[in-house]
């Protein structure tokens, strides 16, 4: 049901609610750790002896933990499978701060994150586009948080480019879910307030729609 207006409060959620979303950050959190499990494997190899510092951009970029094996292509010159390790957030930020500020900084971002949409969901918050997009942001926020505290970095292995003249940011399927998750989201804001701002234009007409719903 949609809401409004503020003298129209949202009905909470029931439990049953609360645990299909549970059920579904666990489903979509595992699709994203075996797909990194699974590029580990086919993707790099480790290396023989000790491995070069974590992270450490001081030689004007950092060696990886793993060595790269040879990609995967599926279309050729535009998209493969090949890997890589990501010790920032989003195209690399804050890859060049130390560890322990990227740990504090990311599973901080990541524990708000998922307190404040389970909050909003558990209250009756959002249509069916934020229903949806609860559950990706959250898997993806833990799928990449999980990397983070487990390697010191994410592993990408998704790349998009033309030829080799150009070429996106190689990511994850997590980030898959927290890029679809947040424009659902944006989509979800845009339409309540399109609702808003119709009920404000006629209150007889929302009035009666509320009724119905």
Not at 117 to 126: N, S, V
Not at 133 to 158: C, E, H, K, Q, T
């Amino acid at each position: 049901m949609a809401n409004f207006g503020s003298e129209q409060t949202p009905t909470r959620r029931s439990v049953k609610a609360l645990a299909i979303c549970v059920a579904a950050v666990a489903l979509l959190a595992a699709m994203d750790l075996v797909s990194k499990s699974w590029a580990l494997d086919r993707l790099s190899l480790s290396r023989v002896g000790e491995a070069p510092p974590l992270c450490d951009s001081s030689a004007g970029g950092y060696a990886p933990q793993r060595i790269r094996t040879a990609p995967i292509v599926l279309v050729d010159n535009y998209l493969e499978f090949r890997y890589a390790e990501n010790c920032g957030a989003a195209f690399g930020l804050l890859r060049d701060a130390p560890k322990w500020a990227r740990q504090v900084v990311f599973a901080s971002a990541a524990l708000l994150a998922s307190v404040f949409l389970l909050g909003m969901y558990a209250q009756g918050r959002g249509s069916m586009l934020f229903l949806i997009s609860v559950p990706m942001i959250i898997a993806g926020a833990v799928g990449n948080l999980w990397d983070r505290v487990r390697y010191g970095y994410v592993v990408d292995f998704i790349r998009f480019h033309w030829q080799e003249r150009w070429e996106y940011p190689t990511f994850n399927i997590a980030d898959i879910w927290i890029t679809v998750g947040v424009v659902l989201l944006i989509l979800d804001g845009l339409l309540e307030g399109r609702q808003l701002s119709r009920a404000k234009a006629n209150p007889a007409a929302a009035a009666a729609h509320g009724d119905e719903a």
